[in-house]
C-alpha cells in the first residue's frame, strides 16, 4: 500500500473515531475500557490529543508520547474533528509524504485500536471498518514487535481462522476481542 492510498483510511479511521467519541455519554467517563488502567475520560482525553500529536510528528516536530491524556473539556467529538481535519489536510497537501515524518499507516493503527477500546467501553453497537482494521493491523504487524510492546500492548491473543480484521487487530493489540 502507497501512501496516497493509506490517506483515504486514515480519513476514515479519523470519521469513525470521531463517530464513537461523539456517542460517549458524561456517565460513562468514569468506566473502565480495555486499556489497562485507562478510564473512558482518559482514552478519550488519549484519542482527542492524537491527531495533534500526529500532525506534529508528520510535520517532523518533536512529539512527547509519555504525556498522561488529559481529561476531556466539553465539546471533545467536535474539538476532535476539528483536529482531525487539520491532520488529514496535512496528508493531502503532502502527497506522497516524502517530505513528512511517519506514515499514514501509523495513526490509521492508533485509530483503529483506540477506536475498538472505545467501543467496547461503552457498547457501540455498530461495526467497525473493515478496511481500517486491515490497514493498522498491517502496520502493528510490521512495526510492533514482542519487544517493542512496552506497557502499552499486552500480549497478542488468538483469534479464529475466519475472524474479522476488527477481531485480529484487537487481538494483536493484546485485547480480548
Do not use: K
Amino acid at each position: 500500500m502507497t501512501q496516497t492510498d493509506s490517506i483515504p483510511l486514515l480519513a476514515r479511521a479519523l470519521d469513525q473515531a470521531g463517530d464513537v467519541l461523539a456517542a460517549v455519554r458524561e456517565d460513562q467517563l468514569d468506566a473502565p475500557t480495555p486499556c489497562d488502567d485507562w478510564s473512558v475520560a482518559q482514552l478519550v482525553g488519549h484519542l482527542t490529543a492524537l491527531p495533534g500529536q500526529f500532525l506534529a510528528m508528520a510535520r517532523n516536530e518533536e512529539v512527547d508520547w509519555s504525556i498522561e491524556p488529559a481529561a476531556p473539556g466539553s465539546g471533545w467529538a467536535s474539538g476532535f474533528r476539528s483536529d482531525a481535519d487539520d491532520l488529514i489536510h496535512f496528508w493531502h497537501q503532502a502527497g506522497d509524504g516524502s517530505s513528512a515524518g511517519g506514515v499514514p499507516e501509523m495513526p490509521v493503527a492508533e485509530f483503529a485500536v483506540h477506536t475498538w477500546d472505545l467501543a467496547r467501553a461503552i457498547g457501540w453497537s455498530r461495526p467497525l471498518d473493515e478496511e481500517v482494521a486491515r490497514c493498522g493491523l498491517g502496520f502493528m504487524s510490521s512495526a510492533l514487535t514482542p519487544e517493542r510492546r512496552g506497557d502499552a500492548f499486552a500480549a497478542e491473543r488468538q483469534v479464529p481462522d475466519d475472524a474479522s480484521y476488527v477481531d485480529r487487530l484487537a487481538a494483536f493489540a493484546g485485547r480480548q476481542p
